[in-house]
Nanobody, 121 residues
Framework: QVQLVESGGGLVQAGGSLRLSCAASGRTFSIATMAWFRQVPGQEREFVAATSWSGLSTYYADSVKGRFTISRDNAKNTVYLQMNSLKPEDTAIYYC??????????????WGQGTQVTVSS
């Protein structure tokens, strides 16, 4: 099992920045990919960004390209999501996810509990 704990959410004005963190514990040696998803109540969860555990491959949703950056610190078993130029439509609960199958970023095996990001206009 892998446990994921997110932190760093909060309230920010449009145009501002936030950095989310996700700390992984447990069977971290099995992790192949790490990702961020987000969900607005009443809507489906959507993919935001992902990285291979090596960091050599990254993936982004079109809606966040050029504004968000995913990175990882393997020594700390932590993945980050740097969010810049935030927009009110980025408001959502952000979930960290981990997968054990390489390149299979859209169907992770483990999920964090989520952290709220609210962007005011």
């Amino acid at each position: 099992q892998v446990q994921l704990v997110e932190s760093g959410g909060g309230l920010v004005q449009a145009g501002g920045s936030l950095r989310l963190s996700c700390a992984a514990s447990g069977r971290t040696f099995s992790i192949a990919t790490m990702a961020w998803f987000r969900q607005v109540p009443g809507q489906e969860r959507e993919f935001v960004a992902a990285t291979s555990w090596s960091g050599l491959s990254t993936y982004y949703a079109d809606s966040v390209k050029g504004r968000f950056t995913i990175s990882r610190d393997n020594a700390k078993n932590t993945v980050y999501l740097q969010m810049n130029s935030l927009k009110p439509e980025d408001t959502a609960i952000y979930y960290c996810a981990a997968g054990v199958i390489p390149r299979n970023v859209f169907r992770p095996n483990y999920w964090g509990q989520g952290t709220q990001v609210t962007v005011s206009s």
